[in-house]
């Protein structure tokens, strides 16, 4: 599977952006979907997962209320709606792809894209 993100950039915080990613590849119904991050200097932290029936959903502490997961599976495409954003968000923002819901919890992924730049900054 081949993930390509898209939809990053600079936000004043407070506000907004949605991420996309797109999958290439077979069987994209049937993996668990899920977004990470890493900042400068940090290890990679999870962001939000969504499972292959999109009926289960999972978010980090701390982005629960203001991050929304959801996918296509007709489309392949997976996407993280980020509300309220402040700095410590700034990352760069990665989708990833995994046939175990658990392991993206933990940050881990069969497989994942190059990434995308979030930064939030006045």
């Known amino acids: 599977v081949q993930l390509v993100e898209s939809g990053g950039g600079l936000v004043q915080p407070g506000g907004s952006l949605r991420l996309s990613c797109a999958a290439y590849?077979?069987?994209?119904?049937?993996?668990?979907m899920g977004w990470l991050r890493q900042a400068p200097g940090k290890e990679t932290e999870f962001v939000g997962a969504i499972a292959w029936s999109g009926r289960s959903t999972s978010y980090a502490d701390s982005v629960k209320g203001r991050f929304t997961i959801s996918r296509n599976n007709a489309k392949n495409t997976v996407d993280l709606q980020m509300n309220s954003l402040q700095p410590e968000d700034s990352a760069v923002y990665f989708c990833?792809?995994?046939?175990?819901?658990?392991?993206?919890?933990?940050?881990?992924?069969?497989?994942r894209g190059r990434g995308t730049q979030v930064t939030v900054s006045s």
């Open positions: 990833a792809a995994d046939v175990q819901f658990t392991r993206l919890v933990s940050a881990s992924a069969d497989f």
């Open positions: 590849g077979r069987d994209f119904s049937l993996y668990a």
